[in-house]
């Protein structure tokens, strides 16, 4: 089973950047699709982006395309998520998520398919 553990949210000024770290444990990391997810206060949790187990396939909300990169090292254990060119609006607490994946190629976008969480990290962007 693994486990996930999140680093590197903060308070950050709009227009600036922040680097997510997912950092995993046990033996089948490279086995799982990944997924970045994100809650606001009083809102759903929302999908953000997700990446395949060898990182080839990679999808984005349409809110955070173009401004935010998910990648994977498998050798590391860890997924991250680079954002860049922050808004107000992009401010909530952010999970990573494994699920399982039957084929190298899939990418899920629900949260109710991924059945491991990390804690969260809280991003906070200041106008």
């Known amino acids: 089973q693994v486990q996930l553990v999140e680093s590197g949210g903060g308070l950050v000024q709009a227009g600036g950047s922040l680097r997510l770290s997912c950092a995993a444990s046990?033996?089948?990391?490279?086995?799982?699709?990944m997924g970045w997810f994100r809650q606001a206060p009083d809102k759903e949790r929302e999908f953000v982006a997700a990446?395949?187990?060898?990182?080839?396939?990679?999808y984005y909300a349409d809110s955070v395309k173009g401004r935010f990169t998910i990648s994977r090292d498998n050798a590391k254990n860890t997924v991250y998520l680079q954002m860049n060119n922050l808004k107000p609006e992009d401010t909530a607490v952010y999970y990573c998520?494994?699920?399982?994946?039957?084929?190298?190629?899939?990418?899920?976008?629900?949260?109710?398919?991924?059945?491991?969480w990390g804690q969260g990290t809280q991003v906070t962007v200041s106008s």
């Open positions: 046990g033996r089948t990391f490279s086995l799982r699709g």
């Open positions: 998520a494994a699920t399982s994946v039957l084929r190298s190629g899939v990418v899920k976008i629900s949260h109710a398919e991924y059945d491991t």
């Open positions: 990446i395949s187990r060898s990182g080839g396939s990679i």
